[in-house]
Nanobody, 124 residues
Framework: QVQLVESGGGLVQAGGSLRLSCAASGRTFGSYAVGWFRQAPGKEREFVAAISRSGGGSTVYADSVKGRFTISRDNAENTVYLQMDSLKPEDTAVYYC????????????????WGQGTQVTVSS
């Protein structure tokens, strides 16, 4: 497993943008698929986006964020990003990144490594 640390959350007005980062330890990070999830109080953890292992070209997005969020990775930096544009108040949540081997899944139960989360708050 790998260790993950999220950063980049904060306060933003509706329509604004944030870029979240998920920094990973380990030389084998490129072998892992990485997902972003979010969780608001009283709600289940929700899939947001995922990206395939290094060398693959697959990304998957939740319907609620398609066209607004973009997931990418920089293996040289052991980092996965989530660019969030056109933010809405309903995007407010704690955002987590997670890693698994070897392929993408939307299910949080199938990810074994998690970061601590970063808070995103979108005001209206």
């Amino acid at each position: 497993q790998v260790q993950l640390v999220e950063s980049g959350g904060g306060l933003v007005q509706a329509g604004g943008s944030l870029r979240l980062s998920c920094a990973a330890s380990g030389r084998t990070f490129g072998s892992y698929a990485v997902g972003w999830f979010r969780q608001a109080p009283g709600k289940e953890r929700e899939f947001v986006a995922a990206i395939s292992r290094s060398g693959g070209g697959s990304t998957v997005y939740a319907d609620s964020v398609k066209g607004r969020f973009t997931i990418s990775r920089d293996n040289a930096e052991n980092t996965v990003y989530l660019q969030m544009d056109s933010l809405k108040p309903e995007d407010t949540a704690v955002y987590y990144c997670a890693a698994r081997f070897p392929v993408i899944t939307r299910s949080p139960n199938e990810y074994g490594s998690w970061g601590q989360g970063t808070q995103v708050t979108v005001s209206s």
